[in-house]
């Protein structure tokens, strides 16, 4: 039975190219809430041009200190969207992602390997078996 986050695999593939793709893979993608900042993020005062003006409201509620300047949403103050090292707040996770910075890096872990001739686990992949109430 799988359980927690994983999958299978099934190729065709030699066991060290299969190796080699799970150890090289990884994908750039928003940070979620709760996870650490890789860099801190800071927006200078001034016209903040990459949004439309139907965006300012929503900016405002996500506690940027914003206002309205003939159609352009400016920012009226410094504002510091995260620091590095820190969690990531779920206003920040939104502005992160409407500005394109991308702070997470997914990657693929292999646990185990399975053919017909043998079985090897890589490592113990550290999620709980629900059906052993653990």
Same mark, same amino acid.
């Given at each position: 039975?799988?359980?927690? =986050?994983?999958?299978?695999?099934? $190729?065709?593939? *030699?066991?060290?190219? @299969? ?16 996870? &650490?900042? $890789?860099?801190? +993020?800071?927006?200078? =005062? ?5 949004? $439309? ?11 940027? *200190? @914003?206002?309205?300047?003939?159609? +352009?949403?400016?920012?009226?103050? %410094? !504002? @510091? +969207?995260?620091?590095?090292?820190? *969690?990531?707040?779920? =206003?920040?996770?939104?502005? &992160? !992602? &409407? ?5 997470? $890096?997914?990657? &693929?872990?292999? @646990? ?11 490592? %113990?992949?550290?999620?709980?078996? *629900?059906? %052993?109430?653990?």
């Amino acid at each position: 039975m799988l359980y927690g =986050e994983c999958g299978l695999f099934f $190729t065709n593939l *030699p066991k060290e190219e @299969v190796m080699r793709i799970f150890e090289t893979f990884e994908e750039r993608d928003f940070a979620r809430t709760g996870s &650490l900042a $890789t860099e801190t +993020v800071e927006l200078n =005062e001034g016209p903040l041009e990459q949004f $439309t003006h139907e965006m300012e409201p929503f900016l405002r509620k996500q506690g940027m *200190p @914003v206002r309205l300047n003939k159609g +352009v949403i400016e920012l009226v103050a %410094d !504002h @510091v +969207v995260c620091r590095e090292g820190e *969690p990531i707040s779920p =206003e920040a996770s939104r502005i &992160l !992602h &409407l500005m394109g910075v991308q702070m997470a $890096t997914f990657r &693929l872990k292999l @646990v185990c390997r399975w053919s017909p001739d043998e079985f090897e686990i890589y490592r %113990d992949h550290g999620v709980a078996n *629900p059906s %052993d109430g653990s």
